[in-house]
């Protein structure tokens, strides 16, 4: 079946110790998402990809980087995980960015940071 | 600035129906989508209504009022497995998805 894969599904970090968290995708599709979803609240978008062309939220902190060597792979950096970056982090893709193009989302990395 | 209103939470007996409101700003539109998630797990995809009207797809229906900025999710014959929130988002003019907290829907027996 095709999917997205996420791995690991739980990742604990200790605090500063940077951390890589990977997506891959057997869609084939164009685009690429990383977000950023705590309890209870809607999930935020920390980068996409389309195609090649890295897309970065403005909001996004420094302290998070992304990497897409390929159409079927995504990783996202996190350089120095502090306790507020204990999230789920899902990837998503879709086939293109136009309208109707439902995001297809992994099963999410629940990283923890001790 | 743009933005996604919806319910924090609601409760549903089983059999029954429940509707789910959620308004959004947004800078152009594309499009509204809803996706069901179950505690824990990833958004799964629903829905999409970019024209005015009720869409039908099983027990579960989407309506959009485009120039009231309006959406709700209908769902009819509730299940336990309906228990998850219940995320409306909106595609603005730059194809990106603007997101609400979700909705927690509690279904009781």
């Known amino acids: 079946d095709a999917m997205v894969i996420q791995n690991p599904r739980y990742q604990v970090t200790q605090f500063g110790k940077p951390v890589t968290l990977s997506c891959s995708q057997t869609?084939?599709?164009?685009?690429m998402y990383w977000y950023q979803q705590k309890s209870s609240q809607a999930p935020k978008l920390l980068f996409h990809y389309y195609d090649k062309d890295f897309n970065n939220e403005a909001d996004t902190p420094d302290n998070f980087q992304s990497r897409r060597p390929n159409t079927s792979f995504c990783f996202l950096d996190i350089r120095s995980p502090g306790l507020g970056d204990a999230a789920m982090y899902l990837c998503a893709t879709s086939r293109d960015r136009e309208p109707y193009n439902e995001q297809f989302f992994g099963p999410g990395t629940r990283l923890t940071v001790l | 600035g743009q933005n996604i209103d919806q319910p924090t939470e609601m409760t549903a007996m089983e059999g029954a129906i429940v509707q789910i409101n959620c308004t959004y700003q947004t800078s152009g539109f594309n499009g509204l989508f809803w996706y069901q998630q179950h505690a824990g797990e990833a958004p799964t995809f629903l829905s999409y209504?970019?024209l005015d009207g009720l869409e039908e797809k099983g027990r579960f229906s989407s309506f959009l009022s485009r120039s009231k900025g309006y959406s709700y999710l209908l769902l009819k014959e509730l299940q336990m497995k309906d228990s998850a929130s219940y995320l409306c988002a909106a595609m603005d003019s730059n194809y990106q998805l603007i997101w609400g907290a979700g909705t927690k829907l509690i279904i009781k027996p």
């Open positions: 209504n970019v």
């Open positions: 869609l084939n599709h164009n685009v």
